[in-house]
């Protein structure tokens, strides 16, 4: 028999659909949350970080606290995802996705609930990073369970496809949190939303993860997806490819190298534009979300399309043009959007082009990164790989283009961020062979 005879047969497509909701649910619910901080950055500076707490504004120093906070929780990332992830290898995967939802479900409704700084004093923004630091795990734990589980369950020709899917639904929690902040803006005076608005996003958190904790709780186990008993270390042989800790340690490397471009374009568009506009370019705060919810909607609409099509093309040459776009195209774009004289549409169609172009890196990427690593160790492997990459260069991001654009009065910061990263990232998916898409995983 043939190495690929002996691999599990295709699960019923009704089984595949089930996986691949239950899969994306808790993305949503965690990204939701991220894209609702990210907007509400100000907000949470005012009412967390700064001496004098509940007044707008609070300062670049204060922001910067905020953001330093958000970077913590992805430094608990990769420990998140090694814990997570061997759960995962050893046990299977929906044990590991029902523990990460409901940890993330907890600590995202206490935020909703938690005393300000006016209340309690400095311990409001320890309280805040505490929950950030548990939101962190429980993050580094999602993505290596989720991802192995849609891509295991896909039907053949259909791993970036199903891998997508992950991509997708961050993308919609993105906009769900951008969608709910412009609401409340819209709806709210700006001392209601500082006094008490802000936590209703946060407790919304509730409700959607309870959904997405009884999605998992009904999940079968893709076949063959563990074996009885532990993996083993790192440096142990599988049967169906080498897990050399030496190869694994450079499968990591690269898998970063492969998507940093994809974490730092996509937290500098998606998740610290709002901050950006408002901080450095005096943009209003409706503004600043309606820029953010166009960028994400772009997002959204290119990660199905531009997974199916690496299911057709290649891994490599879709990714390669979202990254080699970006370097060549992020500072005109941010040019354009801050320019006085741009007309509006102008404007809408920069932020567009912005989220369409870090799609075409976050449609493969999950199938791409699940292809890398064997069976066995695939939980661990491919969620370290994505929380070092985020650690380094997503929840870093708000920190370096605050703290650079007030030191250097360059608004362009962000612009360098995201191309720099993107032409870095571009030299290691070069490595990527041309007939991945096509191989059995291993």
Do not use: K
């Not at 295709?10 to 649910?25: C, Q």
């Not at 309690?120 to 795990?137: H, S």
């Amino acid at each position: 028999m043939t190495p690929t005879e002996l691999l599990p047969a295709p699960p019923p497509h009704a089984a595949a659909r089930r996986a691949l909701l239950a899969g994306s649910a808790g993305n949503l619910v965690e990204w939701y949350e991220f894209g609702v901080y990210g907007c509400f950055a100000t907000v949470i500076a005012a009412n967390f970080f700064t001496p004098h707490p509940g007044t707008p504004g609070g300062g670049a120093e204060a922001l910067v606290a905020t953001y330093a906070s958000f970077a913590l929780a992805f430094f608990f990332r990769p420990l998140g995802a090694l814990l997570f992830g061997r759960i995962g290898d050893r046990f299977g995967r929906r044990p590991a996705l029902v523990l990460v939802i409901g940890l993330m479900t907890l600590a995202t409704t206490l935020i909703g609930l938690l005393p300000t700084r006016a209340d309690i004093g400095a311990a409001a923004p320890w309280l805040l990073t505490f929950l950030r630091v548990l939101q962190g795990l429980s993050a580094g734990g999602e993505f290596g369970g989720a991802v192995s589980l849609m891509v295991e369950y896909a039907p053949p020709g259909r791993r970036g496809l199903y891998g997508a899917w992950q991509s997708f639904t961050v993308a919609l929690g993105l906009l769900a949190g951008a969608g709910t902040a412009a609401a409340l803006a819209a709806v709210l005076p700006a001392e209601a939303l500082y006094a008490w608005g802000w936590r209703i996003p946060f407790l919304l958190a509730l409700p959607l993860g309870t959904v997405a904790l009884w999605l998992r709780t009904a999940l079968e186990e893709p076949p063959g997806a563990h074996s009885p008993g532990p993996p083993g270390p790192p440096g142990a042989a599988d049967a169906t490819g080498p897990t050399g800790l030496g190869e694994q340690a450079r499968a990591v490397v690269l898998g970063i190298g492969r998507i940093m471009g994809w974490s730092a374009a996509g937290y500098a568009f998606l998740v610290v534009l709002p901050s950006h506009l408002q901080s450095a370019l005096g943009a209003s705060f409706r503004d600043a979300l309606l820029a953010t919810a166009l960028v994400n909607l772009g997002f959204a609409a290119s990660i199905l399309p531009a997974g199916l099509l690496s299911d057709r093309v290649g891994r490599r040459p879709v990714m390669l043009g979202g990254a080699l776009g970006i370097a060549v195209l992020a500072h005109p774009l941010l040019h354009l959007l801050q320019s006085p004289g741009a007309s509006p549409p102008a404007r809408a169609a920069a932020v567009l082009t912005a989220g369409v172009l870090v799609g075409l890196l976050a449609g493969p990427g999950p199938a791409m990164l699940a292809e890398m690593f064997p069976r066995r160790v695939r939980c661990t492997g491919l969620g370290l790989s994505y929380a070092l990459a985020n650690a380094v260069f997503s929840g870093c991001a708000g920190l370096f283009i605050t703290a650079l654009t007030a030191r250097t009065a360059d608004t362009a910061v962000p612009a360098h961020y995201a191309a720099g990263a993107c032409a870095l990232s571009a030299v290691a998916l070069l490595t990527l062979r041309g007939n991945d898409h096509r191989e059995p995983l291993r």
